[in-house]
């Protein structure tokens, strides 16, 4: 069997960047590359430019000394069927066009040129991401096009029609620590699709889950037939933009996409066995989940943690997300009855901490006897991270250790740290610190494989697809 | 006509904390925040173990305090309060705030029971009762307060919730959108007064202007409901429910003993009497915040600027979902566009997506004709703090520069801005962490109410027009 299209195209050994010049987008193609240590030659390329970015630049693809096997053009769209002849002669495979403005602004003439630059790359036998794109993040290979994207590799394959998307979910998955196989962002999908992008993540070993950001599918059909095929095996997230009129316009004009009934499409997410999201915000929640926890085909939702009108909420919360909030069973009462807790007869699911007498037992006691009881099938901790002033400075291990997450018996677990949403604490040094200090709490959990949420409603929300989804698949 | 009984209760001359000590649990807790918020009035700490608590005399019981005491706040295990009660009332105590708990919520019946006779004390010695079970007020002109870190500053807003940590979270949520409160009452039980009188008290209060309740569960329903709709009339009342669902109506039961009841009968009710229902904190404080900054939005017709490639998109579908009109751009926009040589006139579109300018694209100027045009009800704006590459930038001016690039201070619509944070997750850089403060507090000080996302701006815009459309 040969190597899927893509493969081939994204493993190569050098990059010319077309356009490229020390400030603006083009250098940004440059320094990107340079930051995530690339391993193969970076070329900039620009007439105007002898070096850019401490590199020797050159006045045209072709005058370029070695192999090119990769183009990033940041040309204007008029200098695109130029620089392909240029490409031709070099040998160049893929062309990344960052270059935008063709079939998206709505005129004959751009969307005419589209087409021809198309038709010279087929002739050429050049392949092309985008046009209108960012393309390519591939930490194992050290590709990006942003600065500050993490270097290390993940498992998730995420394919956007908006580059800006790849961005904001790439740093926001990346703060709950989510890591990526490969983002690629495709925009106008001139050339490889949709269908190419997720074909090449089922087969992709480096992949299992995928995301996506479609406005419009060029070939419906042999989309949902590989979409099926999909979840079959990795799990497939899916947020489509355009979902209403004016949706659909700014489609049309960001991408040129058609972006179709979406009555249908959610029809044939839901029969492909795929998770549908609303935003990129609820993507990143379901991947989380999807990331970090086993199959959970049961819907019996322990919670433990919050206090007062925050338990009571977080009870809402969960039952409107579809999670059965189960009262607390009748052993698990004797059980604390025969420890000796004051609260036995009192205390339920959600668990309320602050009625508790006895300050030495802790949210992670009432977790690990959860844990113990198969009447659970998952565990929702709050992790409070409410600063007082004048708070003792803890560590975040002595912090973490009243969670007892050694102690679970391996029942899923999700936390819900509110701090995260707050980045406006009062600035003086102690709130700094101890802000430090929770975000080395969040570092831990991540490491102990525990998704967080900044809101017991998105935790629950994350929680319900994930059964949903291995439900779908247990039944289908 | 006299005043509102909690009126005069909410203006002690002294304060009594039964059960204060030295060691920082809640009992030395009501002292601090009194001192910190700097309370004018005698405070007495209480407690026959010490003779001086937080630099303040000791005394061992209410009785023993040699002046006037207005208000007791009581600390002391539940099976202490009749005593101590019986005390207030012979030293002619006007209100006790009960934070002690473990009454009828426990669901055990001798708890139920001592809570009914402590009522019943209260009473008949003419003692009114906040709480029990409860964190009591916050009342930041009287420097009054149950928490440290609570602003000393007042504004607009009234709270009353039957949780004492929703206060904390709401007041803290608040106080980010520079939202500030006349006062916020935590009520726990609502053994004496209750929500009704909570209410009450807000309508006619004078330094309220908007109104956020928590509530689990409705002692007098008729007369609540009739409260709520003359309320509604003159003032936005905005509320969350706990308990609404079966596993809510156990944690209210074992929370504040509330009987939470049916879900579809209080939805019912509060659309009836023009109320806005808030679905958790964060809706309640976003609710109150377009409330609190923006005049009356007219009409769901929004423009919306600033977004970029696939958040633009985005950004059309969630104000659509929400019941919000994102309509074309306007013909006359695109004329003057075209006359002022933009490029893109033909192209750009509501969402104005600002990527397909790149460097060129006046943000200021499309945000400006958006104001100027009459198809438009009100407008959304993605903003975002500027680059900050460190070094020796001037830092006012790249505020002042990204100010006026952004051009809103005189915006005449109503204007929501989504703020959003560059760089998540370890952002701790205090440098870029105060230049984005500092934008935000010009923001806020232009009357301009902050979102985090588009979702949250575009659903409170949604509500604020459905309010406003009811009231007409």
């Not at chain 1, 790359?121 to 290979?141: Q, V």
């Not at chain 1, 844990?371 to 409070?384: E, G, H, K, M, T």
């Not at chain 1, 677990?413 to 802000?435: G, K, T």
């Not at chain 2, 204007?415 to 507090?441: A, C, H, S, W």
Request: aromatic residues 8%.
């Amino acid at each position: 069997m040969s190597a899927h299209p893509l493969e081939e195209i994204i493993h190569p050994h050098s990059i010319a960047v077309v356009g490229a010049s020390d400030s603006g987008r083009g250098g940004g193609f440059v320094a990107p590359l340079l930051e995530q240590e690339y391993k193969g030659k970076i070329y900039p390329v620009n007439p105007k430019h002898s070096e850019i970015m401490g590199l020797k630049a050159y006045a045209s693809v072709k005058d370029i000394p070695g192999v090119v096997d990769y183009v990033i053009s940041s040309v204007p769209a008029s200098q695109v069927l130029g620089m392909l002849d240029d490409c031709s002669r070099k040998g160049v495979r893929a062309v990344h066009l960052f270059t935008a403005r063709f079939s998206e602004t709505g005129r004959k003439e751009a969307a005419e040129l589209e087409q021809e630059i198309l038709r010279q790359a087929k002739k050429y036998n050049i392949r092309l991401i985008g046009p209108n794109c960012l393309g390519l993040y591939y930490p194992r290979e050290n590709i990006a096009f942003h600065d500050g994207f993490p270097r290390e590799p993940g498992s998730v394959g995420l394919a956007s029609q908006s580059g800006q998307a790849v961005g904001e979910i790439v740093q926001t998955a990346a703060a709950r620590g989510i890591r990526f196989s490969k983002g690629i962002s495709y925009g106008n999908a001139l050339d490889f699709n949709e269908c190419d992008y997720l074909e090449y993540f089922i087969q992709d070993p480096e992949t299992s889950m995928i995301m996506m950001y479609i406005e419009g599918v060029r070939d419906g059909r042999r989309f949902f037939d590989l979409l099926r095929r999909a979840t079959a095996t990795k799990p497939v997230i899916i947020v489509k933009g355009g979902r209403g009129e004016s949706g659909t316009r700014a489609t049309a004009s960001h991408t040129a996409s058609l972006a179709g009934s979406m009555q249908v499409w959610e029809t044939m997410i839901n029969q492909a066995g795929a998770v549908s999201a609303s935003n990129l915000e609820e993507l990143v929640d379901f991947s989380t989940a999807f990331y970090f926890l086993p199959p959970i085909t049961g819907r019996r939702v322990g919670v433990a943690g919050g206090s007062g009108g925050s338990s009571v909420l977080a009870a809402d919360e969960c039952e409107e997300a579809g999670l059965n909030v189960v009262p607390l069973p009748a052993e698990l009462r004797e059980e604390l009855k025969n420890k000796g807790s004051l609260i036995w007869d009192w205390i339920g699911n959600p668990a309320d901490m602050s009625i508790r007498i006895d300050r030495d037992w802790d949210t992670g006691d009432m977790l690990e006897i959860m844990s113990r009881y198969p009447d659970f099938d998952l565990l929702i901790a709050f992790v409070r991270g409410h600063y007082h002033p004048g708070q003792d400075q803890l560590s975040a291990g002595h912090y973490l250790k009243q969670y007892r997450l050694n102690d679970l018996n391996d029942k899923p677990l999700l936390a819900v740290m509110e701090y995260m949403s707050r980045s406006n604490d009062d600035d003086d040094d102690d709130s700094r610190m101890f802000r430090k200090m929770m975000d080395e709490v969040r570092d831990k959990l991540i490491e102990a494989r525990v998704p967080i949420y900044p809101h017991i409603k998105r935790a629950a929300r994350a929680a319900s697809k994930l059964i949903n989804y291995y439900e779908h698949g247990r039944n289908g | 006509m006299s005043a509102h009984p909690l009126e005069e209760i909410l203006h002690p001359r002294s304060i009594a904390v039964v059960g204060a000590s030295n060691s920082g649990g809640r009992g030395g807790g009501f002292v601090a925040p009194l001192q910190e918020l700097g309370f004018k009035g005698d405070i007495y700490p209480v407690n026959p173990k010490y003779s001086e608590i937080m630099g303040l005399k000791a005394y061992a019981r209410v009785r023993d305090i040699p002046g006037v005491v207005d208000y007791v706040i009581s600390s002391i295990p539940a099976p202490q309060v009749p005593a101590m009660i019986d005390d207030c009332v012979q030293k002619g105590v006007k209100v006790v705030h009960l934070f002690t708990a473990r009454f009828s919520e426990t669901g055990r019946k001798d708890a139920a029971e001592l809570e009914q006779d402590i009522l019943r004390r209260a009473k008949s010695g003419g003692v009114r009762i906040i709480g029990p079970n409860c964190m009591g007020l916050y009342y930041p002109r009287e420097g009054i307060s149950f928490n440290n870190g609570m602003p000393k500053e007042s504004g607009p807003v009234g709270l009353a919730s039957q949780s004492g940590q929703a206060v904390g979270e709401i007041v803290f949520l608040a106080d980010e959108k520079g939202l500030r409160f006349s006062k916020a009452i935590s009520y726990g039980n609502a053994l004496d007064f209750n929500e009704c009188d909570y209410l009450e008290y807000f309508a006619q209060d004078p330094d309220t202007e908007i109104i956020m309740m928590y509530i689990e569960g409705v002692r007098d329903g008729s007369r609540f409901f009739d409260l709520l709709r003359s309320t509604a009339a003159t003032k936005p009342v905005i509320i969350v429910k706990g308990g609404r669902g079966t596993s809510g109506t156990r944690a209210t039961a074992s929370h504040t003993a509330s009987l939470a009841g049916s879900m579809q009968v209080w939805e019912t009710m509060v659309n009836q009497a023009g109320a806005v229902s808030a679905r958790d904190l964060e809706e309640l404080v976003d609710l109150a915040t377009g409330f609190y900054y923006l005049p009356p939005i007219k009409g769901p017709r929004v423009g919306v600027a600033g977004g970029s490639g696939g958040s633009s998109v985005l950004a059309a579908d969630i104000c659509e979902e929400a019941g919000l009109d994102v309509i074309p751009l306007p013909v006359e926009i695109r004329e003057k566009l075209k006359a002022n040589g933009s490029p893109i006139w033909d192209w750009v579109g509501n969402p104005a997506d600002f990527s397909i300018g790149y460097d060129d694209f006046n943000v200021g100027g499309m945000i400006q004709m958006m104001d100027e045009n009459e198809n438009f009800d009100f407008l959304i704006l993605f903003m975002s703090g500027p680059w900050f590459r460190g070094g020796d930038m001037n830092i006012n001016k790249l505020i002042e520069e990204h100010m006026k690039r952004f051009n809103v201070e005189d915006i005449k619509k109503p204007l929501l801005v989504v703020f959003q944070e560059r760089g998540r997750g370890n952002n701790t850089d205090p440098v870029m962490q105060n230049i984005v403060n500092e934008i935000k507090k010009r923001l806020m000080d232009a009357n301009i109410p902050l979102f985090s996302n588009i979702g949250r701006a575009a659903s409170t815009a949604n509500k604020l027009i459905e309010y406003y459309q009811k009231k007409k």
